[in-house]
């Protein structure tokens, strides 16, 4: 279930959006839109009228002075595809809406039919017409929502997931949906050339510890992780036929002749002025030449490269191009090159910011006591004064990622040396987990 926060919503005087209820507009025209309900045909609402809705959530929150915090729940159902039809879809959603929240909050119930399975959206109303209360989901909430949608499906003999997993967070969804390398992507790869590469469990295991993975093939969930994570990921989270029987059956799908090894690989187009910018285990202060070290290892530079970094660690990175990329352009254009540059530059920027917030309080205890034409120039002072602040608070977020990142980086490249030097001939072995028995008895 998703939620609609910022105090974003339409005007009801002029029903046109306004700045400061833009995200509750925006969510209720995407839940509305003509194109996906059937020309409307399949949205229906709950304690108040369709044609009016917004305009009516939007006096209840004016009734009650409440027009701040979270400002409406956007929530939706999705069903397996050609199990429901739109009406079987639309009155179960209906059905649900009504006992979760229909006796209280105003509600909107659309069903959407542009995608390949059908689904229902409600948007409805975080401040109660009713008392004024406002809507809290708690986990308690979150447990009866799926408790009511599960229960509601049955009835209608309709397909219920037994074991939900934890959905991934929606910009991680998107970027797995888009092809980029998020951390799953990335050990699905690395997965995928250890089983075809290794004929065997010990080898399987042994190119993933190379390739810089922690393994557990204990028990019968088989997880993998790397090293600046916390929790391992069970295999069959990636992939459910990712079973240790599934594993064993495809073993060595591409080596008939003999076990892959893993390998990491340095850019090969490392400009000199570069090569000495990181050294192992040493905090690096000289952070634009760090960054262009960090871009060349991860195949950004030089442009139209063909190189590809191999660690694990390195690829997911590129995950976050556009970010490091505007990172690299700020300090370029703010002559920023080492940690001292960077701490002066946000020192300055803080203290500019500090005078200017002062100012605009200033302004705003000027406007109580000015004239109505005189009111009307210091808005207009006050709206300059607010843009500049806006543009320092970007210039501190920058300056406070790039900190943040430099050490990212640093940690990073100690882990992909460590995980080389472990490679070397006369190396220790990296611990890993196996289940001998189960080993013993798929020989």
């Not at 069903?79 to 079987?88: A, L, N, R, S």
């Not at 909430?141 to 997993?165: A, F, G, M």
């Not at 990181?278 to 442009?303: D, E, N, S």
Request: with cysteine; hydrophobic share 25%.
């Amino acid at each position: 279930m998703g939620k609609v926060t910022n105090n974003n919503i339409e005007n009801p005087e002029k029903t046109v959006p306004n700045r400061e209820m833009q995200d509750f507009f925006d969510v209720f025209s995407y839940v509305k839109n003509p194109l996906k309900t059937n020309e409307g045909e399949y949205v229906s609402a709950v304690n108040c009228l369709k044609e009016t809705a917004l305009q009516q959530m939007i006096l209840t929150k004016k009734q009650y002075q409440k027009t701040g915090g979270y400002i409406a729940w956007h929530g939706y159902q999705s069903f397996k595809p050609d199990e429901v039809t739109p009406e079987q879809c639309h009155e179960i959603g209906l059905k649900l809406a009504r006992e979760m929240w229909g006796d209280k909050y105003q509600i909107i119930v659309a069903t959407h039919l542009d995608k390949g399975h059908l689904h229902n959206h409600f948007c409805f109303n975080s401040v109660s017409y009713l008392d004024g209360s406002k809507y809290n989901y708690s986990k308690l909430e979150q447990k009866r929502l799926r408790e009511v949608s599960d229960r509601l499906c049955r009835e209608y003999s309709l397909s219920v997931i037994e074991n939900p997993k934890k959905a991934p967070s929606r910009p991680l969804y998107l970027d797995e949906k888009s092809g980029k390398p998020t951390r799953y992507n990335v050990y699905r790869e690395d997965l995928r050339e250890a089983i075809n590469g290794s004929r065997d469990l010990q080898h399987m295991m042994k190119y993933l510890a190379d390739k810089g993975y922690e393994v557990d093939f204990s028990g019968s969930h088989w997880k993998m992780k790397l090293p600046k994570y916390k929790h391992f990921t069970r295999l069959d989270t990636l992939d459910e036929r990712l079973t240790p029987d599934f594993i064993w059956s495809c073993l060595g799908g591409a080596s008939r002749y003999g076990n892959y090894k893993a390998r990491i690989s340095y850019s090969p187009h490392m400009p000199e002025q570069y090569k000495n910018a990181w050294k192992p285990h040493q905090k690096t202060t000289g952070i634009l030449a760090l960054y262009f070290y960090w871009c060349y290892q991860l195949g950004i530079f030089p442009k139209g490269t063909d190189y590809k970094p191999t660690s694990p660690l390195m690829k997911e990175e590129l995950r976050k191009l556009d970010e490091i990329t505007a990172q690299v352009r700020y300090m370029s254009k703010h002559n920023i090159s080492t940690l001292s540059d960077l701490h002066a530059d946000r020192e300055k920027n803080q203290t500019e910011m500090n005078k200017l917030i002062d100012y605009r309080q200033h302004l705003r205890n000027k406007v109580r006591r000015a004239t109505p034409a005189e009111k009307e120039k210091i808005r207009e002072d006050k709206q300059g004064v607010t843009e500049q602040i806006t543009e320092l608070r970007k210039r501190l977020k920058y300056a406070n990622g790039i900190e943040k990142r430099s050490a990212h980086i640093d940690n990073c490249l100690d882990q992909i040396h460590d995980t080389m030097e472990n490679q070397r001939p006369n190396r220790q072995k990296q611990p890993v987990k196996t289940d001998r028995r189960r080993e013993e008895s798929l020989r």
